[in-house]
């Protein structure tokens, strides 16, 4: 029953044009992000800025985080990409960017250095960076 509401959800998405947010692998990262096991100094090769999810599935905060960051992919669809990593299946990458409390997100804007915060911020706050820090809206 619930595979069928996740596949339900999936094809409703794609029918109504929404973008959705995507499982962040270890490998994924390497590939799309950054290849830390080869580059030392960090330099971003995704498309666009992007935005990711350090959570677990039992943490309260997490939860209250997720369906912000589902709806902020589809306002912000096809400028920044989000995705979610889940620190207790990719031990990694949780290693690599020293993730000791969740929720904690990454936010990477196209040039520059990554963002690490800490805690559940209001999506307003979240929106702040994204367009600021990510989009460069508001900055001379």
Do not use: H
Not at 27 to 48: A, L, P, Q, R, S
Not at 73 to 90: H, L, Q
Not at 107 to 130: H, S
């Amino acid at each position: 029953m619930k595979k069928s509401l996740v596949l339900f959800a999936a094809v409703m998405m794609a029918m109504t044009g929404m973008a959705e947010v995507t499982y962040m692998t270890t490998e994924m990262f390497k590939k799309n992000i950054f290849d830390y096991t080869v580059e030392k100094e960090w330099k971003y090769t995704g498309k666009k800025p992007c935005v990711i999810d350090f959570y677990t599935t039992w943490c309260g905060p997490c939860k209250r985080l997720a369906p912000i960051m589902d709806e902020l992919s589809n306002t912000y669809k096809g400028k920044v990409v989000f995705y979610k990593a889940d620190t207790e299946k990719e031990r990694e990458l949780a290693y690599v960017f020293q993730i000791s409390s969740i929720p904690q997100v990454l936010y990477i804007p196209k040039t520059g250095k990554p963002i690490l915060l800490k805690g559940l911020y209001p999506k307003e706050e979240i929106v702040k960076i994204i367009d600021e820090q990510l989009l460069g809206k508001g900055k001379k």
